[in-house]
């Protein structure tokens, strides 16, 4: 096993799993503890605060108030992200998998239907990734406004999504692998799948995780605490 | 205490609140909406005049004092030291902010970009660098208790005047009472309502004569401007002070409500902030606004009007310290809707409405009245000409006076005023609206219907 590899397999998952833990911990605890004296509730405000910031996180109504063009490319890539993250989670934990079958699903439906869907997901993620992207570079307003970290937080997922699609449309990876190879993390016996893009996207991938709590990429925390803020009645 | 110590101490303060600050500095994901939705970017599509980089401004500095990226990292990371020659321009930029909140609204995290503003305008007061004009209006608001620097004397005599102008209007007396100990409501308008545009303090006088209450309200010589211009300069001192000048004023009156008038930050201020930030403890009284307050009685069909005194078509402008930050834009139009035969909305209105161009006290600064009738107030002026309308209403001393000088300034024959103005013209007292003579012709106005 390269030490690359065993690196990024072995090492790296655990130590980006604390400090994501840990920072986000951290941000959300402080977020907790300071005050707020006043109310900064913007009117119309409903009476259902919780209802209203849910359904913010969820729809981005007030983006799609503000921004038609922004809102449409930024909801199909947040909510192809989320179904992304879903798809991961079937492919290392083989949960979603027993729920899929609780339900009916055939072991080779669910293969079928993860290629397709995973697939179409893939280009979906880097088309709207990469229209963020020109959008930054080409619109004065928002140009204006990017600076180095807004580009790499783009870049870096535009990054994993590339690498994420390669091993499925071209250097082919075996997908059991990757649950062999979690498994192994929890028993502390690494198993390491030896496919350089695979480790390249997990390198990605990782480093992405640690990035998130110091970067503004924890707006899918934070974006609880502003709005309701916001929506107090 | 050294210039740089005390930028340094303001902004790692934000550590511990409030909450949105703190908030904001963290987490804006910098995809330019804000900028898009608002009234000055809108007329100056500028970087300077960018939300974010007028943001940008403390949020810089944040970064370099306070989080470890920023102190490695510095420019690669946004984070950014001051020297002390940036202050000259952030009197600038923090000015050109008019406090709308209209980025918030559309903000898909509801980042406020105005309490950064005002963050910035507290820094440029601690460094004595508040402009001028502004600071004189806080000065003369602390030592007179109200922002015109009138005396108890004037205005008395201002309140006399208005009683006789009713006794014209109506035949009879209508009594605006004054320092009455034990009255229920103390009515708390801008002084401007008394001083330079006074017929909404009428209306508020007719609405109490016609329900029998005229017994029940009081004004106060001493406290008759709920205009608080610590909220602009974002100087917390001054602000409470001000703020306790009224409150003690209601207390000493014993009085149970506290009738804000129409004046959005004064009645965001009491209601917003005050009361549940509890500055002063439990309140003796309750508050709520002059608009809410009539519009029940219309409501319930307590008050008559005569609406070919109004016979313009009049609009409204949601002032939004009234419509974004406290929710009133029900009222206004029900008063309006009652008292004015041509009532038009503007668009877009309530929370989503444009800002006149003088929130955030700019419309007290004629220092830079060209950027306020060019810039600020661009957006405003196109949907009022939209509207055909030949009478403005705005609930708000600010809002009007920068609505009146974009008039002028655009040789517009467009009639600004109060949403009260409108119900002092039609209200019926005795079966009988306002004999009036009116102000542009001087003829007098002859309902139609009577
Ligand atoms: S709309 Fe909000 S998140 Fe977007 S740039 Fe403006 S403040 Fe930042
Ligand atoms: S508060 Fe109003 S003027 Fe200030 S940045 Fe936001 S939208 Fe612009």
Redesign the interface.
């Known amino acids: 096993m390269s030490t690359f590899a065993f690196i990024v397999g072995g090492i790296l998952p655990g130590i980006a799993v604390v400090i994501f833990i840990v920072g986000m911990v951290y941000r959300l605890s402080v977020w907790l503890k300071i005050p707020q004296p006043g109310r900064m509730t913007l009117f119309p405000a409903s009476e259902g605060t919780t209802k209203a910031v849910v359904a913010e996180a969820l729809f981005f109504p007030s983006l799609f108030r503000g921004d038609r063009v922004l809102w449409t490319f930024a909801w199909v890539f947040h909510a192809t992200l989320a179904l992304v993250a879903l798809g991961h989670i079937r492919v290392i934990t083989g949960f979603v998998d027993r729920v899929l079958m609780a339900m009916g699903m055939s072991a080779e439906g669910i293969a079928t239907m993860s290629g397709t869907v995973g697939g179409i997901a893939g280009v979906i993620l880097f088309a709207t990734g990469t229209l963020l992207l020109i959008r930054r570079l080409t619109m004065q307003r928002v140009r204006e406004i990017s600076g180095l970290p807004d580009f790499f937080a783009l870049l870096l997922l535009i990054a994993i999504i590339f690498t994420g699609d390669m091993m499925r449309f071209g250097a082919h990876f075996e997908l059991e692998q990757t649950r062999i190879w979690a498994r192994s993390l929890v028993t502390f016996s690494p198993q390491i799948p030896q496919h350089g893009m695979f480790l390249t996207h997990a390198l990605l991938a990782l480093l992405l995780i640690m990035y998130i709590p110091f970067s503004k990429i924890l707006h899918f925390g934070g974006i609880f605490f502003t709005q309701s803020l916001i929506k107090r009645r | 205490m050294s210039r740089r110590k005390k930028v340094e101490d303001a902004i790692t303060a934000i550590?511990?609140?409030?909450?949105?600050l703190?908030?904001?500095m963290?987490?804006?994901?910098?995809?330019?909406?804000c900028?898009?939705?608002c009234p000055v970017?809108y007329a100056k599509?500028e970087?300077d005049i960018?939300p974010?980089?007028r943001s940008?401004l403390i949020r810089a500095i944040y970064k370099k004092l306070s989080?470890?990226?920023g102190k490695l990292m510095g420019e690669?990371?946004?984070a950014r030291d001051f020297s002390e020659d940036d202050f000259e321009k952030w009197a600038e930029d923090f000015y050109e902010c008019t406090g709308c909140?209209r980025c918030?609204?559309?903000?898909?995290?509801?980042?406020?970009n105005s309490?950064i503003t005002r963050k910035g305008r507290a820094i440029l007061h601690e460094l004595g660098l508040t402009p001028a004009v502004m600071q004189r209006v806080v000065d003369i608001s602390l030592e007179t208790g109200n922002t015109d620097g009138a005396s108890p004397k004037a205005f008395m005599a201002a309140i006399e005047f208005l009683e006789e102008e009713m006794k014209e209007e109506h035949g009879i007396d209508i009594k605006i009472p004054v320092d009455v100990e034990g009255a229920t409501y103390f009515y708390v308008p801008p002084s401007g309502d008394v001083l330079v545009n006074p017929e909404a303090t009428t209306g508020i006088a007719k609405v109490f004569h016609v329900l029998g209450m005229a017994d029940q309200w009081t004004m106060s010589s001493k406290c008759f401007d709920g205009a608080n211009y610590g909220l602009f300069t974002g100087d917390d001192a001054s602000m409470k002070a001000d703020n306790k000048l009224y409150v003690d004023e209601a207390k000493r009156l014993g009085a149970k409500v506290m009738l804000m008038g129409e004046c959005g930050h004064a009645y965001r201020i009491m209601k917003?902030?005050m009361e549940?930030?509890k500055w002063w403890g439990d309140l003796p009284f309750e508050i709520t606004n002059c608009l809410q307050w009539t519009a029940i009685h219309i409501k319930a069909g307590r008050l008559q009007f005569d609406k070919t005194m109004n016979p313009m078509p009049v609009t409204y402008h949601d002032p939004c310290n009234f419509?974004?930050?406290?929710?009133i834009?029900d009222e206004p139009r029900i008063i309006l809707e009652a008292s004015c035969l041509d009532f038009r909305e503007m668009y877009p209105n309530?929370?989503?409405n444009w800002c006149c161009g003088g929130g955030g006290g700019l419309s007290a600064m004629d220092t830079i009245l060209d950027f306020r009738m060019e810039i600020t107030g661009k957006k405003k002026m196109e949907q009022i000409r939209a509207t055909g309308a030949k009478y403005v209403a705005a609930a708000c001393s600010n809002c009007k006076r920068q609505l009146i000088q974009l008039m002028e300034y655009h040789n517009e024959d467009i009639v600004v005023g109060g949403v009260h103005d409108m119900l002092s013209r039609a209200i019926l007292i005795n079966g009988k609206a306002a004999q009036r003579i009116d102000y542009e012709s001087g003829v007098a106005v002859e309902s139609e219907s009577g």
Do not use: H, W
């Open positions: 550590n511990q609140g409030p909450k949105v703190k908030l904001y963290e987490m804006c994901a910098r995809c330019g909406t900028a898009s939705q970017y599509p970087k960018n974010v980089i940008d989080t470890t990226s690669l990371v946004g909140r918030a609204t559309y903000c898909p995290f509801g980042i406020d309490v917003m902030m549940p930030a419509g974004r930050s406290c929710g834009v309530r929370g989503d």
